[in-house]
């Protein structure tokens, strides 16, 4: 038995941290919703969904509620929560413990500001989940999940890590060099952040062919920013990196968006988490945490971003309320 902290209940922490509970695991849960909280303690977390369905006994807190010191805390808020959660934490973490960052974008970064590099493990998932209600976490499809210290070293911690979230992925894999998946990800998350705003799902969104530049242009200025930092993007589920580098065919892009499609194709998960925050949750998203770095890093290296750009502008003008959310929008965009 292994006693983990779950800062964050939501799609990721929520679908992990009961996988690990049914295993026999000692997990405590934190979450900022209250009735999230509730729900849990009355009547436990409730998987649904076409790959598993089952319910757990689940303890949670409130953050401000929360007492104990543990070795192992599993960071799974939005990105834009980071700093707030780390700070949150930390008094909860034990001196030799780690914090896992089990979210999207380079917050691996932002929690060594705080708890310190060597207490900072990456993480890349890609399995899709949503927060349904108060208890309920939607358990779309599984994907891949890679586990890495930041530095790149392979240590003993890492693999105790690795096996024991194989009870949730069985194919998950660790790796010396997190920061090639996690700027694969930018690559796709640039393209899962422009489907948010729209209306088509994801696989739909891909699958239009009037939207292949658009794919095309969002992949190319994320894989160029990756390079630029020295670091050769790897691919996953579909996406393939290089296929949106530079002098790549149209064929080679077209091939990738078809992989995509096939994956996404067969997820519960019809629609990214970004437009689920737009259009059902009407809140703030994480495109200024997760999208706009991409375009600030290449800034750095005399890069411009413009199709990021304006993905970003068209978001915010989304969570202002002076945009509407339609396909049109991604029509916009590809021209």
Not at 256 to 283: C, E, P, Q, Y
Not at 304 to 330: F, K, S, Y
Request: hydrophobic share 50%.
């Amino acid at each position: 038995m292994v006693k983990v902290l779950i800062w964050g209940a939501g799609a990721i922490g929520g679908t992990v941290g009961a996988h690990l509970v049914r295993a026999g695991h000692d997990v405590t849960f934190v979450d900022v919703a209250a009735d999230h909280v509730a729900a849990m303690n009355q009547t436990g977390l409730r998987i649904t969904g076409p790959v598993d369905a089952f319910t757990v006994p689940a303890r949670a807190f409130l953050p401000q509620d929360v007492t104990g010191v543990w070795d192992k805390i599993f960071l799974c808020t939005k990105a834009h929560h980071t700093r707030a959660a780390a700070t949150a934490l930390l008094p909860h973490l034990a001196e030799h413990g780690y914090v896992l960052s089990l979210q999207n974008g380079f917050n691996e970064l932002e929690i060594a500001e705080i708890v310190g590099a060597p207490r900072t493990i990456g993480a890349f998932v890609n399995f899709g989940a949503d927060w349904m209600g108060p208890g309920e976490i939607l358990w779309g499809n599984r994907a891949a999940v890679v586990l890495g210290e930041i530095d790149g070293k392979m240590t003993q911690r890492l693999e105790d890590l690795h096996q024991m979230l194989l009870v949730f992925e069985p194919n998950a894999i660790t790796t010396p060099d997190i920061w090639s998946y996690l700027w694969g990800k930018m690559g796709y998350g640039a393209m899962l952040f422009a489907q948010a705003v729209g209306q088509a799902s994801i696989a739909d969104c891909l699958a239009n062919p009037a939207l292949l530049p658009l794919w095309r242009a969002l992949g190319s200025e994320a894989m160029a920013v990756a390079l630029a930092e020295g670091v050769t993007p790897r691919g996953f589920n579909g996406f393939d990196p290089e296929a949106f580098t530079q002098g790549a065919t149209e064929d080679a892009a077209r091939a990738s968006i078809a992989a995509m499609v096939a994956f996404n194709a067969g997820s519960a998960k019809t629609h990214s988490g970004v437009w689920r925050d737009l259009a059902v949750r009407k809140r703030q998203t994480e495109v200024d945490s997760q999208i706009v770095p991409i375009s600030t890093i290449g800034a750095k290296h005399g890069l411009a971003c413009p199709r990021i750009d304006a993905m970003v502008e068209m978001i915010h003008e989304i969570e202002q309320g002076t945009r509407p959310m339609t396909d049109d929008n991604l029509l916009e965009l590809a021209r």
